[in-house]
């Protein structure tokens, strides 16, 4: 994104800033959950102790109380959010340790990654190539959707020790406020930079957007454009024989690939629309009074999502000690294309909240157009093939009930390239009254049929070319937990039996599975919380039965301790550190040439603490952090791969503050 492009969205938000707030704020009925919070009584944090301006509150005349919500099932559901404000854990700020107890990626941010826990390896993205890269980028359903009644505001900015060499920077800018009582909007811009330590590993993601909500009693729209855009500089990782500690600096090490980059774009527009038919019922509220509540009994839902991506991978001299070259040994230039066009159409009948045995039905149907784009053997750019899928489904759920949460949702395609594929999911959510104690219980499995994706079957490229005809993939998984709020504990449960998996082998080519596969894994995470003191102890095990296919590490853990005070009555301080740690296995290594991870046994990771440092500080409605990130390096034996090939950075310091404006 250039400057003009940046200045630009920055007028937009200050023009925002100009409109006149809305005076009130409305709620959803029923059908629809939401998170609502008061900032004005909390001023942005669940911390108790912050001092009010009294002389503000005193002219103030509108209270800042925002809803967030996300929306699910082809529109049919909205789901309770919550705005990121808190001061805990406030420095872990890489997307990929935000969703991942050690995760595998190309060591500094924007890199290629990979998730540690096997039961976290669901993509959001439809792109094969996309999939390594979702963490920084926004999808439709990422968008947290708003009703305020004071405009928002959130500025946050972090940077590394240097500006000028090592450098890091993120710079992140979101507005949301109502034009109206029903309608809302917000704009967003994500900007990260990262040079990296080592050759050739700058990794750059810019994400613009916005979305609009319309909410009414009989009508309710969300609608989002989005464009994000990743740039890397690809080193192929460090060349075979080099020990991290054998040099002072970084730049000295050799890596594999000095010319070469990629790049993906992503541009989605969505737009979902319901209009629903109900009646009005009369509602006692909190304070005694009267109201007519619309109830809706019927939602009609359309659905219509636009998604256009490329990835471009370009190498002016290719190392052909590290890839081998198709057409052309001197230079690389690949492009992938791959277009979709979703239109679906729900019909639901919404469950009544006054009774006790009822439950809301949905059925529904859609189709995708889909056009994918690659190079020939000719090196032209060839419409390799135009697909289309048509889908059928229905579910039946309990969304609102206390007693308990549940939902059976089937789809199964009929028509197109996916034909014969189907999708069962179940889930029950039980809370449990134990005592004074307030424990839940959530079960919920899987019975699918896979149609293997489109570039798994053909891709066409100057260094892998592949033409496969796989069978349909088999899962049954099934997830269990069960959440203590009084002790602050959770236990979980994974089981997954899989035949016909898919993976890439050792060349880097997608390989299918001739035996079942089974994977098991378990996890405990528990919080000790004081006055003064707040632990977080994580820890994860997993088992597989094929390691012909699939690499696991035995145990993986995660440990944050933070101890807590209040400084002249204002100032809310975090001192800690964090340790990630897994025991040493054969992780997947990373192919630059197509962005994904593959099956590799020739060198170990892990059996390293990472061990970071940190500092979180809070004054009203700002937050900053302070940290120096991998401070073992150089104390310990030097193992600290983040990937095969590929180190974590070294140690080095940040710093990041962030703003939240509530008027």
């Given at each position: 994104m250039n400057g003009k492009q940046i200045l630009l969205f920055l007028l937009l938000v200050?023009?925002?800033?100009?409109?006149?707030?809305?005076q009130g704020v409305e709620t959803f009925g029923t059908g629809g959950n939401y998170s609502t919070r008061n900032f004005d009584s909390e001023e942005g944090d669940d911390q108790e102790g912050d001092e009010h301006d009294h002389d503000q509150e005193?002219?103030?005349?509108?209270?800042?109380i925002i809803s967030v919500w996300k929306v699910a099932n082809y529109g049919a559901n909205y789901e309770p959010a919550k705005l990121d404000t808190a001061l805990d854990f406030y420095h872990v700020y890489n997307p990929v340790l935000k969703r991942d107890l050690r995760p595998i990626f190309t060591g500094n941010m924007g890199g290629a990654y990979l998730s540690g826990d096997f039961f976290n390896r669901s993509y959001k993205s439809d792109f094969y190539f996309y999939r390594s890269y979702e963490p920084y980028v926004k999808f439709a359903g990422d968008i947290k959707f708003m009703n305020t009644t004071t405009p928002y505001t959130l500025l946050d900015y972090t940077q590394s020790e240097n500006r000028n060499t090592r450098n890091e920077t993120r710079f992140n800018v979101f507005h949301s406020q109502n034009a109206t009582p029903k309608f809302n909007f917000q704009l967003f811009y994500d900007q990260d930079k990262s040079t990296g330590h080592y050759q050739m590993q700058e990794n750059k993601v810019h994400d613009i957007g916005?979305?609009?909500t319309y909410k009414s009693d009989k009508f309710n729209s969300h609608g989002a454009i989005i464009f994000n855009r990743l740039k890397s500089e690809e080193n192929g990782g460090l060349q075979s024989g080099q020990n991290l500690n054998d040099y002072k600096e970084t730049e000295t090490f050799l890596v594999n690939l000095t010319t070469a980059n990629s790049e993906i774009r992503n541009n989605t527009i969505s737009l979902i629309n319901e209009y629903r038919l109900g009646k009005y019922e009369e509602q006692e509220d909190s304070l005694g009074n009267i109201n007519d509540v619309f109830r809706p009994i019927t939602g009609f839902i359309h659905e219509f999502e636009y998604s256009s991506n490329r990835r471009i991978f370009v190498d002016t001299s290719p190392n052909l000690d590290y890839y081998p070259a198709f057409r052309d040994s001197s230079a690389t230039n690949d492009t992938v294309f791959y277009n979709r066009l979703t239109n679906t159409f729900q019909l639901k009948f919404y469950e009544s909240p006054n009774r006790k045995y009822t439950f809301s039905k949905r059925v529904f149907i859609g189709n995708d157009l889909i056009t994918t784009k690659m190079m020939d053997m000719d090196s032209t750019y060839l419409v390799k093939d135009k697909l289309n899928n048509t889908f059928v489904g229905g579910a039946i759920s309990r969304d609102e009930g206390k007693f308990w949460r549940w939902n059976i949702q089937g789809k199964f395609y009929t028509i197109g390239y996916r034909s014969g594929q189907t999708e069962l999911n179940a889930f029950i959510y039980k809370p449990l009254r134990i005592g004074k104690d307030t424990?839940?219980?959530?079960v919920s499995g899987e019975l699918n049929t896979i149609v293997p994706d489109y570039f798994q079957q053909n891709y066409?490229?100057?260094?892998?070319?592949?033409?496969n005809r796989f069978d349909n993939i088999n899962e049954m998984i099934i997830k269990s937990r069960i959440t203590s709020e009084r002790y602050k504990l959770t236990l979980g449960f994974n089981y997954a039996l899989i035949g016909n998996y898919i993976f890439n082998n050792q060349e880097a080519l997608p390989q299918q599975g001739g035996s079942e596969m089974l994977v098991l894994s378990a996890y405990l995470n528990k919080d000790f919380e004081s006055e003064h003191w707040l632990i977080r102890a994580q820890a994860l095990w997993q088992t597989a039965n094929q390691e012909q296919y699939l690499h696991l590490p035995d145990l993986t853990g995660y440990l944050s301790v933070n101890f807590k005070l209040l400084v002249s009555k204002v100032l809310h301080t975090d001192l800690g550190f964090d340790v990630r740690y897994t025991t040493a296995y054969y992780a997947d290594a990373?192919?630059?040439?197509?962005?994904?991870?593959?099956w590799q046994n020739q060198q170990k990771i892990g059996n390293f603490p990472i061990v970071d440092l940190h500092a979180n500080l809070k004054l009203k409605r700002t937050r900053a952090f302070f940290q120096l990130l991998n401070a073992a390096t150089g104390m310990l034996d030097g193992n600290y791969w983040a990937a095969p090939d590929y180190p974590f950075y070294r140690r080095t310091f940040r710093l990041g503050i962030a703003w939240s404006f509530y008027d």
């Open positions: 200050v023009a925002a800033h100009q409109l006149r707030a809305q005193e002219t103030k005349k509108v209270p800042s916005m979305a609009t424990t839940s219980l959530y066409y490229s100057n260094h892998y070319n592949w033409t990373f192919d630059p040439a197509t962005g994904r991870y593959y």
